[in-house]
T-cell receptor
Framework: DGGITQSPKYLFRKEGQNVTLSCEQN?????MYWYRQDPGQGLRLIYY???????QKGDIAEGYSVSREKKESFPLTVTSAQKNPTAFYLC??????????FGPGTRLTVT | RKEVEQDPGPFNVPEGATVAFNCTYS??????FFWYRQDCRKEPKLLMS???SGNEDGRFTAQLNRASQYISLLIRDSKLSDSATYLC?????????????FGQGTTLQVKP
């Protein structure tokens, strides 16, 4: 079964803790993306990566970090520097046609 | 002005109705356009791409108006199961990053 997986589905953390969200794809897609969605809002781009070992900041990268050591994996770390981390985090990938396919998302709650 | 704008709605329509949503974009160099469907608390799923010549898939028709810089989605014979939020997405062009800019979404409620 080809697709994008994100884990965990729900994540709860205390303020001040870093947390890493997993994103894995077996679609052999080159490019991967991380978005954040707040209630009633569209998707905002955090980071993206077009090839292994390379990534670029999106529109709201402050307080986040990523790595791309393998083609299949693009984990996102939400650091304690992120002022308002509670949100729905979505990972997507594309083979280059601009059509992005999304994983099921991780709902992060920080209290 | 936002790069991609949608009327958030909600659009409340009876079953069987025809409903249309628009999505405006500000960058005239935009190249690729998409409609996504997002159910409550789920991920967006690609509904259809929007081509210059238009695109039809069953009850759904998407069109591009480059002169006025908007795309549209028409849903005919609405079903209860069409109730969802519809997001438009635009590739801004000018680079080859594959980035998409999303609108905030339009909520559709189809009533019995």
């Amino acid at each position: 079964d080809g697709g994008i997986t994100q884990s965990p589905k729900y994540l709860f953390r205390k303020e001040g803790q870093n947390v890493t969200l997993s994103c894995e794809q077996n679609l052999n897609h080159d490019a991967m993306y991380w978005y954040r969605q707040d209630p009633g809002q569209g998707l905002r781009l955090i980071y993206y990566s077009q090839i292994v070992n390379d990534f670029q900041k999106g529109d709201i990268a402050e307080g986040y970090s990523v790595s791309r050591e393998k083609k299949e994996s693009f984990p996102l770390t939400v650091t304690s520097a992120q002022k308002n981390p509670t949100a729905f985090y979505l990972c997507a990938s594309t083979a280059g046609s601009y059509e992005q396919y999304f994983g099921p998302g991780t709902r992060l709650t920080v209290t | 002005r936002k790069e991609v704008e949608q009327d958030p709605g909600p659009f409340n329509v009876p079953e069987g109705a025809t409903v249309a949503f628009n999505c405006t974009y500000s960058n005239s160099a935009s190249q690729s356009f998409f409609w996504y469907r997002q159910d409550c608390r789920k991920e967006p799923k690609l509904l259809m791409s929007v081509y210059s010549s238009g695109n039809e898939d069953g009850r759904f028709t998407a069109q591009l108006n480059r002169a006025s810089q908007y795309i549209s989605l028409l849903i005919r014979d609405s079903k209860l199961s069409d109730s969802a939020t519809y997001l438009c997405a635009v590739n801004p062009g000018g680079s080859n990053t594959g980035k998409l800019i999303f609108g905030q979404g339009t909520t559709l409620q189809v009533k019995p």
